[in-house]
């Protein structure tokens, strides 16, 4: 049985460019990590809360191979491809199994995953992120799950990036050190969130 493994954290920073560093769009949904063993498939969050009946929908992540252990978001889009965090947690917070199953239409949900912990029961959080999510992208593009996609990054440069995400209604981005090692339930200078100040009200 593989560990319900904590996610690893960002510190905040301004954008910026760098070489050894690659940039993703920060998705506005809610942090869960996922495993796929021989007692089936989990989801879970921060402190460990478990997420997995709240998702019914994504037991096609059986469909990846035993052993698998991933980082990700739950992100609900809007029309306009637009995460829809206010949507998303109204979803969230039902318990009623009935709701649950109904929310599948108002809300549809997909799993963007940015991180790949555990394969074939190997652990791989001491590989270099470069390599984790080269095997991550290889993984998704051979096992191809509905509702379930890879998040793509840039490397290098890291301000333009972050203009154009910014500019098409996502929170931020995410930059990370191609070199670094998954820390769990760590918050780490190697992973950093570059997100806009703050509007007053």
């Given amino acids: 049985m593989l560990p319900q493994v904590l996610p690893m954290l960002a510190v905040a920073a301004e954008p910026f460019d760098a070489p050894e560093y ?9 942090r869960a990590l996922a ?5 089936g498939w989990r989801l879970w969050g921060r402190e460990r809360a478990d997420y997995t009946a709240r998702y019914p929908e994504l037991e096609v992540l059986r469909r990846l191979p035993a ?17 829809h965090l206010q949507r998303l947690l109204r979803r969230h917070g039902l318990v009623d199994p009935w709701r649950i199953r109904q ?9 963007v995953v940015f991180d790949l ?13 470069f390599r984790r999510r080269e095997i991550l992208a290889e993984m998704c593009e051979k096992h191809v799950v509905p509702q379930v996609e890879f998040s793509p990054a840039v490397i290098g440069n890291g301000v333009a990036f972050y203009h154009l995400v910014v500019a098409a209604g996502h929170e931020g981005v995410m ?11 760590k918050r780490s200078v190697t992973w950093k969130k570059l997100k806009p100040p703050a509007r007053p009200r």
């Fill in 35 to 39: 495993a796929v063993d021989e007692m």
């Fill in 67 to 83: 052993g698998t252990l991933v980082d990700g978001e739950l992100v609900a889009f809007d029309a306009d491809g637009r995460p």
């Fill in 103 to 111: 929310a599948r239409q108002w809300c549809p949900v997909r799993y």
């Fill in 175 to 185: 930059a990370k050190l191609l070199e670094s090692p998954y820390r769990p339930d």
């Fill in 22 to 30: 690659c940039f993703e769009i920060k998705y506005d949904g809610v």
């Fill in 117 to 129: 912990l555990y394969l074939g029961g190997r652990c791989l959080m001491r590989e270099p992120l």
